[in-house]
Nanobody, 121 residues
Framework: QVQLVESGGGFVQAGGSLRLSCAASGIIFSISAMAWYRQAPGKQRELVAHITPGGRINYVDSVKGRFTISRDNAKNRVYLQMNNLKPEDTAVYYC???????????????WGQGTQVTVSS
């Protein structure tokens, strides 16, 4: 059974930082593409960043220079370091996994339950 468990969300003032973590089980993590999505109230789910098994990374333009995705294959974890947070970053953040980058980009792989990030102005 695949499980993706996010942690690290919370409430922070604008300009602050948070580090999200996603613990994966039930998949061969080292060959899985991983991603972070977010969904703000009333908006569609948005791909924030994804990382391939080989470490190739892509970000949505709105977070470039502020967010960093990374993975630790020894711990089966993927992280999202979020710096200089803005109120518009407020959303539920979801971890996603898939057998290929196309799978996570399409959103057709596995999903976690999400963790809330709230940024106050």
């Amino acid at each position: 059974q695949v499980q993706l468990v996010e942690s690290g969300g919370g409430f922070v003032q604008a300009g602050g930082s948070l580090r999200l973590s996603c613990a994966a089980s039930g998949i061969i993590f080292s060959i899985s593409a991983m991603a972070w999505y977010r969904q703000a109230p009333g908006k569609q789910r948005e791909l924030v960043a994804h990382i391939t098994p080989g470490g190739r990374i892509n970000y949505v333009d709105s977070v470039k220079g502020r967010f960093t995705i990374s993975r630790d294959n020894a711990k089966n974890r993927v992280y999202l370091q979020m710096n200089n947070l803005k109120p518009e970053d407020t959303a539920v953040y979801y971890c996603a996994a898939g057998g290929s980058p196309n799978t996570v980009v399409a959103g057709t792989g596995y999903w976690g339950q999400g963790t809330q990030v709230t940024v106050s102005s």
